[in-house]
Structures are given as structure tokens and as C-alpha cells.
């Protein structure tokens, strides 16, 4: 079994637990993101803290790598009013993301995700399962699904 490393997001400064996981599989060359317990991101100062932190864990956890980035949304929520914010930061993930695949989470969650994929240009990869999510980075990994429509 690959060695994995994680990194957890500290308290806020109002206290609020930040407890997004960011765990690092070598073998499969994928970060996880999970949150053990429940994460809210209301403000911009939560969001692009959340993000700092995920960008943070990829420089220590996966070394500059390229990395597919699999995102459990149970037990996260985010500010619909500031999905514009949030798609910037999301931006920052895609620098060293191959693709990110989300799944689970509440309905409200998941249609932010995919409208933030169309703002964005980039397919949502939203599924209901971690099965189905992994399903999806293993057959982009052997090249039996592409995340470029086929060219004409």
C-alpha cells in the first residue's frame, strides 16, 4: 500500500473548525480531499483560506507534481454568493491538478460545482460515489476516458 500523508486545516481565527483533509496517495498520484467534519465557507477570507491550505498540502504532500485531485464534498459548504471568488481559487487548484474529480455532497453543493465548471470552461467531474469518482481518475489514467472532447 502507497504511503500517504495528510494535511488538516487548523481553526479559523473566529474558531469555526477548518476540517478539510488533504491526503496524498503516491501510488495512485491523487490528492484526496475529504472533511471529517463539517466545513463551511461563507466569507472570501474562508474560501481563499481553505484553498491556501490545499495549495500548501500539494507543495509539501506531492512535491510539485502533477496530480489528479479527488474531492469528497460531504460535509462541505460554500457561499453560492461568492462562487465568483470561489472559481478563482478553484483556478489555483487546476495549476497542478491533471483533472479534478468531485463527488458526493449535498444537491446545492454539487449544482455550484457544475456551475462553476461552465464559468470556468472545464468539466465539473461531479458523481455520486467514491467509486464512481475513482472509477473516473482510473480510467483517465489508462487513457480509457478523455477529459478533451474528441476532435473532429
Known sequence: MAARSNSEQPESASGRARAARWSYDAERRTLFVSHPRPVTLTTV???????????QAW????GGRKVYVLVDYDGLTTNLDERAFYATQVLRIMEF????????????????????????????HTYNSLDEALA??????????SVRPPSD
Open 45 to 55: 477570507a474562508e474560501i481563499e483560506h481553505y484553498f491556501d491550505v490545499g495549495v
Open 59 to 62: 507543495h509539501e504532500q506531492c
Open 97 to 124: 491538478a491533471i483533472t479534478i474529480v468531485r463527488y458526493q455532497g449535498s444537491m446545492l453543493q454539487r449544482m455550484a460545482a457544475r456551475l462553476t465548471a461552465i464559468e470556468l470552461h472545464t468539466p465539473s
Open 136 to 145: 473516473v481518475v482510473n480510467g483517465l489514467q489508462r487513457g480509457t476516458i
